[in-house]
């Protein structure tokens, strides 16, 4: 598995600020190598200048140095930009990545929330459907229960328990005695 470093937007910044301040600096020694030996101007107000054949020596041998000097300074100043150029590919190549990386964290960021919902939707509609199918049940079942009732004082009254004092409640109510009006009372009551 490749492992990938990420490096925030201010890091990209941080790194080009890094590459151009090492630049700037060695153009400025090489700026300050130029004035010190290629642009040098002698001074008229010097008295102790050597005769013009010595001083042409001397400004052959300076000049061979300094031609010297502007090679390796001129090869530092390639590699430099070289590096520069790699870096800039570099940075290019990180911020592509961290674009790429951006992009498909907002699909998965998208397609879960999406998920979400559907789930959501879902279980909402399977708890409508239970709670249909549970309040069909409860009727039913107090349809049953009503009816189951009704079987049973039918039946009582239709003289299924032969219980003497029920018989003579069927028979009328203007014999019946307090007792047996009681005991009528309390039976249809438990039913």
Not at 13 to 36: G, N, P, T, Y
Not at 132 to 147: A, F, I, Y
Request: net charge negative; with cysteine; charged share 30%.
């Amino acid at each position: 598995m490749q492992s990938f470093s990420i490096i925030p937007c201010g890091g990209v910044d941080i790194i080009r600020k890094k590459v151009q301040s090492d630049l700037d600096k060695k153009l400025a020694v090489w700026e300050q190598s130029c004035l010190d030996y290629v642009f040098q101007v002698p001074d008229p107000a010097r008295d102790d200048e050597p005769p013009v054949d010595a001083s042409l020596c001397q400004n052959a041998i300076v000049d061979a140095d300094l031609d010297a000097d502007l090679d390796l300074l001129r090869n530092e100043l390639t590699e430099v930009g070289e590096e520069n150029a790699a870096l800039n590919r570099e940075i290019q190549s990180l911020e592509g990545q961290s674009a790429s990386r951006d992009r498909c964290s907002a699909l998965v960021n998208a397609t879960l929330q999406q998920y979400d919902l559907n789930s959501y939707h879902e279980m909402f509609q399977e708890m409508v459907k239970t709670a249909s199918e549970l309040r069909m049940k409860v009727g039913k079942l107090q349809t049953e229960k009503m009816e189951e009732s009704e079987r049973l004082k039918i039946g009582w009254i239709n003289n299924e328990h032969r219980d003497p004092s029920v018989t003579e409640i069927r028979r009328g109510f203007c014999n019946a005695k307090l007792e047996d009006l009681e005991a009528f009372i309390a039976h249809m009551k438990n039913m």
